[in-house]
């Protein structure tokens, strides 16, 4: 009920910074890019070094609490460790007016959330698991590290020209981190293990999926796997992800079935009637 009370507060009360406005003498304000559980971040431009950036500020009902801040500071410390160009690059941190921030490149794409909804794009089944795969490289490579990352969703998948970038280590932990306090059960996503992002992507995938159905008004509301026209290799591959079936243990279970799946469609297309 208090986190519940003191969210409400920050909502009602916190204001995001204005355009133009200089944050630390150095950040000048191009932009607010939107709000999430810990932060809320902004385009800016870096006076010192005269190149955008994305600088991300807690948010206050987070700046309150010792988890807050402890969570914002290791998500800061797990960027910092990441050395890969599917992840945005992290630059610097600092306080103003007692606002924790870190700056971390700008990525000049679109999210898939944008992509879909706004734009409209259309995304084709084989094309669908083309993109899955090349997210699935950078979820093993946090995998690898014994990180998880929690929050794979549409509006933190980027298209960043023709690469995909993932993005918001927010709710990212180790694999070895323990909850102190009792935990009510959380969504399959929100768990510390690999099958949490493994969840995450299959969700991720009938988003690309859907952008090809088309809804029909007074229809009966039926399962993603009655409503979309999808082989029945793609849908084995995501009842797993979902854990319907049987969970993958790890990335290269799915790496290998995607790939195979890829492979098929192929032969499929390249048949000469």
Sequence with gaps: ?????????????ERPFSKEKILAGRYQVISHLGMGSYGRSYLVLDLVTQTKKVLKALRLHKRITKAGRQGFELEKILLNSIDNPGFPMYFEDGTYKKIPYYTMEFIDGKNFEQLIFAEKMVI???????IAFELLEHIEYLHCRNLIHRDIRIPNVILDGSKIRLIDLGLARPLTFKYKEKRRKLDLRKEVNQQADFYGLGHFLLFLLYSNFTYQENTPEKSWEEEL????????????LLQIDIAYDNCAQIKADIQQFILNQGREKNVVL
């Design 1 to 13: 009920m208090v986190k519940k009370i003191t969210l409400l507060f920050s909502n009602l009360f």
């Design 124 to 130: 084709p089944e084989r094309e669908a698991f083309r």
């Design 229 to 240: 026209d999808i082989s029945d290799q793609a849908k084995r591959i995501i009842r797993r």
